[in-house]
């Protein structure tokens, strides 16, 4: 797995600590609030379904359609699946599917 050299600093460092500290949603909730923006927040959440949704094969068009994502950001998420390091597989596999909660 390679790492971007350009985010690893003590500081991110510092930060995925943090999030590796947080133990329920409830508590991600309350740290990502105060961390970061309404936008922001809502930002990585549109990215992450258009990562998940694009994984079960959905067309640009059904993307923006239900997460209102542009295709310049559906391109980018896309190109982050196949090109990227496979961040989004590794922690798809992980989760349990939605209403197995």
Do not use: W
Request: net charge negative; glycine share 4%; proline share 2%.
């Amino acid at each position: 797995m390679t790492m971007n050299k350009k985010i690893k600093t003590e500081a991110v460092d510092r930060l995925f600590e943090a999030i590796l500290c947080l133990q329920s949603k409830e508590e991600c909730y309350i740290f990502f609030e105060d961390l970061c923006t309404v936008n922001e927040l809502l930002s990585l959440s549109q990215r992450f379904e258009v990562a998940s949704m694009l994984d079960d094969h959905k067309t640009y068009l059904e993307i923006a359609e239900k997460t209102g994502a542009s295709t310049a950001t559906i391109s980018r998420v896309n190109r982050s699946l196949n090109y990227g390091n496979d961040g989004y597989d590794m922690v798809f596999k992980r989760m349990t599917p939605p209403g197995e909660s």
